[in-house]
């Protein structure tokens, strides 16, 4: 199987603050890693999938990276909206998830 | 549009056997590629994939609680439903349907049902 360690866990920024979260994969994924936002008492929502590619919809501050085992997500101007809980997935092989990034504004 | 929905019996007792129904539309599970998915998350903690079945039938499980859970189809093909045994505490979560095409990213996802196991 599969394991997805992310980190941190928690982060606290400030509105305009460029925000990063790691992934990384037990082993090489081959870019099959998506990253999802999810609200309190809200599902998950797709924001990017394949390593890169921007869900339809999702505003453009939202980036990411990556290969082999590690991967990043980028959010580049923090905007208070974006409070939320960040998930990664690798669907490599049936389908992981990280633990979780809980995004606070300072 | 794609919409998906998951039902189930809100509390239930350690022991007994779990039923939910995800029932979508928008699209069939007849169709090539498609993939249903059920997810579980313990409040305040991270989801858990749990099993698939797709648009021919085939069956997927976590390899962790394979023993405990049974994925299957409506003929119609517009409801999956997931059983697990033997529930404890622990299974106590929300639980979501997701899809994907082929097996890809989750793209439509249910509300969540809350089940809570308790005596």
């Known amino acids: 199987d599969i394991q997805m360690t992310q980190s941190p866990s928690f982060l606290s920024a400030s509105v305009g603050d460029r925000v990063t979260i790691n992934c990384k994969a037990s082993q090489n994924i081959n870019k099959y890693l998506d990253w999802y936002q999810q609200k309190h008492g809200e599902a998950p929502k797709l924001l990017i999938y394949n390593t890169n590619n921007l869900q339809t919809g999702i505003p453009s501050r939202f980036s990411g990276s990556g290969s082999g085992t590690d991967y990043t997500l980028t959010i580049s101007s923090l905007q208070p909206e974006d409070v939320a809980t960040y998930f990664c997935l690798q669907h490599s092989s049936r389908w992981t998830f990280g633990g979780g990034t809980k995004l606070e504004l300072k | 549009q794609v919409t998906l929905k998951e039902s189930g019996p809100g509390m239930l007792q350690p022991s007994k056997t779990l039923s939910l129904t995800c029932s979508f539309s928008?699209?069939?599970?007849?169709?090539?590629?498609?993939?249903v998915s059920w997810i579980r998350q313990p409040s305040g903690k991270s989801l858990e994939w749990l099993a698939a079945?797709?648009?021919?039938?085939?069956?997927y499980y976590n390899p962790s609680l394979k023993s405990r859970l049974t994925v299957s189809k409506d003929t119609s093909n517009t409801q999956v439903f997931l059983k697990i045994t033997s529930v404890d505490i622990a299974d106590t979560a929300t639980y979501y349907c997701?899809?994907?095409?082929?097996?890809?990213?989750?793209?439509?996802w249910g509300q969540g049902v809350m089940v809570t196991v308790s005596s």
């Open positions: 928008g699209f069939s599970l007849s169709t090539s590629g498609m993939v």
């Open positions: 997701a899809r994907t095409v082929v097996t890809d990213y989750f793209d439509y």
């Open positions: 079945i797709d648009w021919d039938g085939d069956k």
